[in-house]
């Protein structure tokens, strides 16, 4: 598959100065930073994390616990080793994290039915009704902050966004 080029970097021109005003700039010049994938992605998941901040709030969530939560919920058992494989977190940061959601009442550990040295992670019944309630807020926030793209150009954005990750 023939890959497009990736957009040259224009030439560094002298910064725009007013003479008047000394080194006042009425608009700044971006157009560099916008041909980054980095520079992209990190705007985009900023206009978004700003608004799941607020609106997650209310379920006691910041985006690492709702990512946690999340999987624990849809993969019954999960252990800790797997949450940092996939969520790429450290062991360290998930201990704190998980004795916080077991002090909430939305996690419990039980015996892993495999590896006796292992503990496999549970949600309660108040952490997956607290869940159920958190997913469709989180989808609806996302869908409201993708409004201008297409189902099928949101398909398409998600996908190109994991073949850079996974």
């Known amino acids: 598959m023939k890959q497009a080029p990736m957009p040259s970097p224009k030439k560094a021109r002298a910064p725009k100065v007013d003479p008047a005003m000394g080194s006042a700039i009425d608009q700044l010049d971006t157009t560099y930073l916008q041909t980054l994938m980095g520079y992209n992605a990190r705007r985009a998941a900023l206009s978004i994390i700003e608004l799941f901040l607020e609106r997650l709030a209310p379920y006691g969530l910041k ?95 998600l996908t190109l966004l994991q073949k850079i990750y996974l």
């Open 63 to 157: 985006p690492v616990d709702f990512s946690v939560m999340s999987t624990i919920c849809h993969n019954p058992g999960v252990t800790s080793r797997q949450l940092c494989a996939t969520l790429n977190l450290l062991p360290p940061n998930l201990v704190g994290l998980i004795q916080s959601l077991e002090a909430r009442g939305l996690i419990e550990r039980k015996p892993h039915p495999h590896d006796g040295r292992a503990v496999g992670l549970h949600a309660t019944p108040k952490g997956q009704a607290l869940m159920v309630q958190a997913e469709q807020t989180a989808t609806e926030l996302e869908l409201e902050k993708t409004a201008k793209l297409t189902p099928a150009q949101r398909k398409t954005l």
